[in-house]
């Protein structure tokens, strides 16, 4: 178990180099290298503690792959974070965000080859999935528009909808095209954020990534509800 531990701090100490790699070649803000340390503290604690209660032995060849993309994450947040303050080559950013998208097809097939798929490796991967829209969504918001945030929000507020709506939390069945979805939506706001296209494509590929989240969390939304409905009928039935 303490394998697991010491694995994951590892994956932080290691984080920190492309860290102050970036800081070197693009001057980071002090919000900058906060936000995106902790990022990689907190991201890779919760892994930690997480397959520690699971009982694994090992980090495994899977979760290093997300790792991986998490520590790029974390530097994409640095920089995103310092684009609020000061200037920030786009290049920068879409060097980074590119492979992590990349290496979001890789993690999921090596758990396969490698026998070590599991409930946690894929939780670290969405949620890594998710961020990363978050961190995407709040850089494009200044060429776009805030609307944009709502598609980096949307999985936030739809955990949040469950802590005030336990029937919300259910176990969703598994779906491909959630995997596909997240990808779109990450192509296009990294297609936004690089400068390529010009402003009303801009707007036409966010609007359409975010409509591609709409209705996939909206499909989810109407299965728990029609199997809590299903549910509250057969308690209620005489």
């Known amino acids: 178990m303490a394998s697991v531990q010491i694995r994951g701090l590892v994956w932080v100490a290691i984080g920190v180099i492309p860290l102050v790699v ?3 070649l693009s001057p980071l803000s002090l919000g900058g290298w906060a936000a995106g340390a902790l990022y990689l503290i907190v991201s890779t604690l919760l892994v930690s503690i997480a397959l520690h209660r699971s009982g694994a032995r090992r980090f495994g060849p899977a979760n ?3 790792a991986t ?3 790029l994450i974390a530097v994409a947040t640095a920089l995103v974070v310092t684009s609020f303050t000061e200037p920030v080559p786009a290049t920068a950013l879409v060097s ?6 990349a290496l979001d097809a890789v993690d999921g097939w090596v758990a396969r080859r490698t026998g070590s798929e599991s409930a946690v490796g894929a939780r670290f991967d969405m949620e890594a999935d998710a961020f990363l829209l978050l961190v995407l969504s709040a850089y494009d918001a200044r060429v776009v528009g805030g609307w944009i945030l709502a ?3 949307m999985r936030y507020v739809f955990v949040a909808a469950g802590w005030l709506f336990p029937w919300m939390r259910r176990q969703l069945p598994p779906r491909y095209w959630r995997k596909v979805v997240a990808a779109a939506c990450g192509v296009a706001l990294l297609l936004v954020a690089s400068g390529l296209l010009p402003s009303p494509l801009d707007v036409l590929v966010g609007a359409a990534a975010l409509g591609l989240l ?3 969390f909206g499909r989810d939304v109407i299965w728990l509800i029609r199997v809590n409905s299903s549910r509250r009928s057969l308690v209620y039935s005489p």
Do not use: D, K, N, Y
């Not at 980074?96 to 998208?101: G, K, S, T």
């Open 214 to 216: 709409l209705e996939s």
């Open 151 to 153: 598609i980096g929000l």
């Open 69 to 71: 993309r998490s520590m």
């Open 96 to 101: 980074l965000v590119a492979p992590a998208l």
């Open 22 to 24: 970036t800081a070197v």
């Open 64 to 66: 290093a792959v997300t």
